[in-house]
Nanobody, 124 residues
Framework: QVQLREYGGGLVQAGGSLRLSCAVS????????MGWFRQAPGRERDFVAG????????FYADSVQGRFTISRDNAKNLVYLQMNSLKPVDTAVYYC?????????????????WGQGTQVTVSS
């Protein structure tokens, strides 16, 4: 059974940092590209960052470029999202996902497996 579980969310002040982790079971992380998405109240779920199966290529939304870093440890079946210089607009539920379909890594429909999400709240 495929399961993805996010850890590391919480409350942080603007300018602070958080690291999210995604633990994968039911398949090895090297099987699929992985991504992080986020959804703020009343808004659609948006792409944040993606990483290819090897970790050689990473992709970011313009809004987080230079502040967030996605990485993976295939030996541990973990995917990370390091978030620095956080802003109140980064407040959202963050989801980890596995890209098991053809399509653009930035496109939500390319992902078939999702975690339950973790809340990130950035106070001003």
């Amino acid at each position: 059974q495929v399961q993805l579980r996010e850890y590391g969310g919480g409350l942080v002040q603007a300018g602070g940092s958080l690291r999210l982790s995604c633990a994968v079971s039911g398949f090895t992380t090297e099987t699929y590209p992985m991504g992080w998405f986020r959804q703020a109240p009343g808004r659609e779920r948006d792409f944040v960052a993606g990483i290819d199966w090897s970790g050689s290529f990473t992709f970011y939304a313009d809004s987080v470029q230079g502040r967030f870093t996605i990485s993976r440890d295939n030996a541990k079946n973990l995917v990370y999202l390091q978030m620095n210089s956080l802003k109140p607009v980064d407040t959202a539920v963050y989801y980890c996902a596995a890209k098991s379909s053809f399509g653009n890594i930035r496109t939500i429909t390319s992902y078939n497996y999702w975690g339950q999400g973790t809340q990130v709240t950035v106070s001003s």
